[in-house]
């Protein structure tokens, strides 16, 4: 199979293909698996609790380290595959200290979270 002669533009999948398609187990986890997994967090978000026990979402917000653990890669090719996706305009990551702030691209609005 070629893998630069793809005719597919734009595939739209609902949740159980997604749960289908995504690696099981504690491995290393692929491109396509870590793009579902940074969809997933950016749209919920952070939870927090207020001094008032009220519940808030925060946006997501991560280091490239803390990634580099939960996808069992190493930390710069994390950067580089968030760097791919920024270039993109599907995420924006903005640098908030030693961690950055995650948010859906314009990209992202348009054409893929519906």
Not at 3 to 28: Q, Y
Not at 38 to 47: A, C, F, Q, T
Not at 59 to 79: C, F, G, I
Not at 82 to 110: P, T
Request: one cysteine or more; a positive charge.
């Amino acid at each position: 199979m070629k893998s630069n002669s793809s005719t597919l533009n734009w595939l739209a999948m609902g949740d159980e293909l997604i749960a289908c398609l995504k690696s099981k187990g504690n491995h290393r986890v692929s491109r396509y698996d870590a793009f579902i997994w940074m969809m997933e967090h950016i749209k919920s978000g952070n939870v927090i609790h207020d001094i008032d026990g009220k519940i808030k979402r925060t946006p997501y917000t991560a280091s490239y380290k803390r990634l580099a653990e939960d996808w069992n890669w190493d930390r710069e090719t994390v950067q580089i595959f968030i760097d791919e996706l920024c270039s993109l305009s599907v995420i924006n990551a903005r640098r908030d200290g030693n961690a950055f702030v995650f948010s859906l691209g314009n990209m992202s609005y348009k054409q893929l979270l519906l």
